[in-house]
């Protein structure tokens, strides 16, 4: 547990390595790659810290209210810069009177402006979610595509929204590099980077399998309710044995045992 990644898992590549130099045979020496920040983890810790958030969750689920793909899509398009509590308060209504995308462009960006009204950005998201249903049927036969390409060029959809629909609807091993996971990757060192996209890509190196498809959500859940953002929890983790974190207060795990899907009850709405 103590050897540092010598010798990576399948599909795991050692970090912070540098190329190695070709012989040259007079020509100028080839610029080396450029360097990865290290992770001060062994691809057994790693697991082991995956391992322990799937015994905690073995399903987890998203927090987002969604009946269907088209209504988780519709529900992450909202919640760009809103909380998911926000966003099901809204969707409620919202879905009750359109829940596919024939029902939801029939409905009309006025109306699904008036349901969305209490959630930030709402103008320009009732423009979007108006116009990715006429999409849909227009271009889909009304139906939500499992095709990364064929999500993002829907109106409002971007890279880590398709990840969410891709994840939740479709199964797939993607993940949504939100502020939560963003912060983890930096924080507990497991995948350093400057972007969401370098955390994601650097996330998707290192996570094992059987533990990619909920890796996603185990993140956030974790993110959300333990490592959280100003005082982590670190009392209540249980991979405080192995992580790495600074800011860390606890070298002792939680007791590990399974919890709800979703939210802690605690914080689920009355
Ligand atoms: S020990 Fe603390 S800093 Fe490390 S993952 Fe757990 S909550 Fe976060």
Redesign the pocket.
Known sequence: MNEKIDKPAAGVKRTGQKAAAKPSGGKAARRPAPRRPAIPYTAAEIAEIFRRFSVQRPEPESELEHSNPFTLLVAVVLSAQATDAGVNKATRALFAAADDPQAMATLGEDAIREHIKTIGLFRNKAKNVAALSRALVENHGGEVPNDRTALEALPGVGRKTANVVLNVAFGEETLAVDTHIFR?GN??HIAPGRTPDEVEANLLKVIPQPYRRHAHHWLILHGRY??KARK???GA?V??DL?R?E????DVPAPLTPLPPGPPVAARPA
Do not use: G, N, W
Request: a positive charge.
């Open positions: 983890i924080r507990l333990v490592c982590p929890d670190c983790c991979i405080a992580c974190a800011v860390k207060t606890a």
